[in-house]
């Protein structure tokens, strides 16, 4: 089973809709998760942190349930500049090391 | 600030060769991890060095290895190189610490395609 692991998709959705992403994570020891937004052939950017209580950042939303051990990520209102991929990460740091890991990554592509 | 440098920007190399790539974190940050990037997949995590330590290694073979120096800057190195080492090859530097501290600041990356 891979470390983290996202639904490639594409998700191809119009203007103004909500899309949500989720991920899930192995390592029940996982401390701290984030999203990136990547786009193409560029480097990965933070998005946002994801924090246990939940946390929203405009149109964006992130929610962590440690529980089922997975992340997700909300966009409202989805414009034209939200197509890109999304990279959901988890850090895990415990005795056997450090280790910090991506999914795939799920390709958004909003259409007009 | 500049951002996190990366150099080259692009290499090509035959097979068995051997490659060092180099990059310079965000001034203040003392951690730098390297990323393998295959088109398709996520970065795929190699290393992460702190204070000239390595702090976490990815699942990758001993042909890759890496260092830090004094100044933060990092070095990293695949030996004996692959037809499957062509990819982009991501630095990020980050803050040492735990939460928010560990968002990775990533360069433009270097492209290598081995022949």
């Known amino acids: 089973r891979k470390e983290v692991e996202q639904d490639p998709g594409p998700f191809n959705v119009p203007e103004g809709a909500t899309v949500a992403f989720n991920c899930t994570y192995s390592?029940?020891?996982?401390?701290?998760f984030f999203w990136y937004r990547q786009d193409c052939r560029k480097e990965p950017k933070l998005l946002m942190s994801v924090y246990s209580s939940g946390n929203e950042d405009g149109r964006f939303t992130a929610q962590l349930n440690r529980a089922s051990q997975y992340i997700s990520l909300l966009i409202r209102d989805s414009k034209l500049s939200d197509s890109a991929t999304y990279l959901c990460?988890?850090?895990?740091?415990?005795?056997?090391?450090?280790?910090?890991?991506f999914g795939k990554g799920t390709s958004l592509l909003v259409t007009p | 600030d500049a951002g996190v440098t990366q150099s080259p920007t692009h290499l090509i190399k035959t097979r068995g060769q051997h490659v060092t790539l180099r990059c310079s974190p965000i001034s203040g940050h003392k951690s730098v991890s390297w990323y393998q990037q295959v088109l398709g997949q996520g970065p795929q995590f190699i290393f992460q060095y702190y204070e000239k330590e390595e702090r976490g290694r990815g699942n990758f073979p001993d042909r890759f290895s890496a260092r830090q120096f004094p100044n933060y800057s990092s070095e990293l190195n695949v030996n004996a190189l692959l037809l499957g080492d062509s990819a982009l090859y991501l630095c990020a530097s980050s803050f040492p610490g735990t939460g928010v501290q560990e968002t990775q600041y990533f360069g433009p990356g270097t492209r290598l395609l081995v022949l």
């Open positions: 390592n029940s020891a996982s401390q701290s």
């Open positions: 990460v988890v850090i895990t740091n415990s005795n056997s090391g450090y280790a910090l890991n």
